[in-house]
């Protein structure tokens, strides 16, 4: 990693003193790329133009936004009707709320397809997770600052939640709501934080993009890069490569500002809030679905519950640990799956079980969508009972069971050789006969 | 292939969660109305929205407040400022304090916001038998169905079935969440004398005022949708360009 020789002496004369150009140059003109990546690796630089859009669109917002009970609501339709191009900013910010769990989610099941996350990619990935909880965290209180019904009533319930843990529960939901019910100072403060923990997430993204650069992404393919002929350095090709993925993205996201712009609300929170009078069903933002079904699920009937539980805590507090469990045994996945082979391609068995993964939160998030009655509750208790069991069970069994099929021996080898076509089908088709 | 219908199963997938959540509980279907304002270059029909600030004006407001639309804002959809000014004044609007340090009655003035016509929700709820006339500034987004939802509403007072009992003072709606709703219905065949010599049907005064309201939530929807096509075409043209790019620079790789 020689530091190059750069013609412009005024580029030579502050490099020298501060190696910004040097490091540039590393980290994209040396930065070596396995060659194969898929489409499905632009999403992690799309998650950071949307986190770029969202700072910048939130600061304008901020401007004009109000945060007290008695002007909030009114703050953001004025923002709406007076501010100009107000609403291009307010659906910028709220859509792109959205857009950033769509891209995130996409970002983070391809990781548990191709195994990203082990080793020596543990710490990235666990970067990674608190990085999905700082943005759940920042989105929850965002959601709260407009300050109509959902906001109210969804900020009411889940720091509800607090409550259930044992003694301390009821102390530690007043410190958060500054009184004794989410009011005024719980505006001010959740203002506050949600104009803070953007920039936390700033950091731990730079972090996160330290761990990556330390071995590089991984690959389709999954084995790692054996010499020059499996990589390309980053920039040109993957700059024009995200930069295209960028302008599809912006396309779809784009689309949804101007001409579906509500598309992912809920018309209740046009209603300003009213302590008052509850809406008939309360429901979180849809990113929160497949949580908020985790922590219904646990009712006293519910097996998991009954059987295991019910002797140590309410299940109003299991569903608590549960929800939150569901993202923390994400911590563990590096050492809950022990398969050698990160590639899905190459694990017939974990492949099936990835695709009913995915199935599963689909299934959480639609019956987080609807009322807790019926159906709804056993289809609920069964998906969050799937989603246990895949992390803690089937992901350790596979990694003893299953047989993988063999690898390639390397990425660049059976491209060059085979020459055209994709390297997936290149590089999958002997073993698939073998 | 393959990945292509995984991909289109996801988004469908997600698409179906998206919109269980926003229709979640919702009992009757509430008919699709045709609206000028639809698509991606819909407008509002000026001769529409003008007769639906007659409707709202002679008969909503009477309960209904328009707190966030402003008199100035009628500019935006052709009156002129003379007409705004008059239609303004007609109203009387609390201000103060004066000199005397005493509030004061005046009449309303284009930069007014709509006056409400009760002072506080209290007086509202009061003079309507308990039942709280919503404020219809935002009705149209706030309301599952949207305009659809509104004209349905206001054309929907029937008899009700039989075997189903309505409470006193309230009046059976075919669309309204629980049947039973404390608004009389509100509009009678010419109920309103248009001033461009339109029919006052039930129908008619329901579509002009829904589209009034529908301006009232989204007076930017014109504006948001003139943008909208010019932002999608030029990004259309730079992503197609910007594939070319890609394919060039990737011309010499295999992969």
Known sequence: ?434 | MMRNAILAACVAALTAVASTASFAAEAVKIPNQEWTFDGLFGTFDRGALQRGFQVYNNVCAACHSLRLVAYRNLQEIGFSEDQVKEIAAAKETTDGPNDAGEMFQRPARPSDKFVSPFPNDNAARAANNGAFPPDLSLMVKARKGGVDYLHALMTGYKEPPPGVTVPEGMSYNAYFPGHAIAMPPPLSEGGVEYADKTKATVDQMSRDVSTFLAWAAEPEMEARKRLGVKVLLFLLILTGMLYAVKRKVWKDVKH
Request: aromatic share 18%; charged share 10%; proline share 8%.
């Open chain 1, 1 to 434: 990693m020689s530091a190059p020789e750069f013609k412009n002496p005024v580029i030579r004369w502050i490099d020298y003193r501060l190696p910004v150009f040097s490091f540039m140059h590393h980290e994209l003109n040396e930065y070596p790329t396995p060659r194969n990546l898929s489409y499905w690796w632009n999403f992690g630089s799309l998650a950071g133009i949307v986190l770029v859009v969202m700072i910048a669109t939130g600061i304008v917002l901020a401007m004009h936004y109000t945060p007290h009970t008695a002007f909030a609501f009114e703050s953001v339709e004025r923002i709406m009707r007076d501010v100009n191009y107000g609403w291009l900013i307010r659906y910028l910010h709220m859509n792109g709320a959205s857009a950033f769990f769509i891209v995130v989610f996409i970002h983070i099941f391809r990781g548990l397809y191709y195994g990203s996350y082990k080793s020596p990619r543990e710490l990235l990935w666990i970067i990674g997770v608190v990085i999905l909880l700082t943005m759940m965290a920042t989105a929850f209180l965002g959601y709260v600052l407009p300050w109509g019904q959902m906001s109210f009533w969804g900020a009411t319930v889940i720091t509800n939640l607090f409550s259930a843990i044992p003694l301390i529960g009821e102390p530690i939901v007043t410190w958060l709501w500054g009184g004794f019910s989410v009011d005024n100072p719980t505006l001010n403060r959740f203002f506050s934080l949600h104009y803070l923990l953007p920039f936390v997430l700033v950091g731990v993204v730079i972090v996160h993009l330290m761990a990556l650069h330390q071995h590089g992404s991984g690959n389709p393919v999954g084995i790692d890069t054996k010499g020059p002929q499996d990589s390309i350095p980053f920039h040109p090709y993957y700059t024009v490569k995200d930069m295209f993925g960028t302008g599809v993205f912006f396309l779809v996201y784009l689309w949804f500002v101007f001409y579906a712009p509500n598309f992912f609300g809920e018309p209740d929170n046009y209603i300003e809030a009213n302590p008052l009078q509850t809406p008939p069903h309360i429901v979180p933002e849809w990113y929160f679905l497949p949580f908020y079904a985790i922590l219904r699920a646990f009712t006293d009937d519910y097996p998991v519950y009954s059987w295991f539980l019910s002797w140590l805590m309410s299940a109003k507090l299991a569903g608590v640990i549960a929800m939150f469990g569901s993202i923390l045994v994400l911590f563990f996945l590096p050492w809950l799956d022990r398969s050698p082979v990160r590639s899905a391609r190459f694990r017939p068995l974990y492949r099936q079980f990835f695709w009913l993964l995915l199935i599963d939160c689909f299934v959480l998030g639609w019956v987080g969508a609807n009322p807790a009655e019926g159906h709804f509750i056993w289809i609920g208790q069964v998906a969050t009972t799937y989603y246990f069991a895949h992390f803690l069970v089937i992901v350790p069994l596979l990694g003893i069971f299953e047989k993988p099929r063999p690898l390639p021996t390397s990425i660049g080898e059976p491209v060059l050789k085979g020459g055209g076509g994709s390297t997936a089908s290149a590089a999958a088709r002997p073993m698939e006969k073998a």
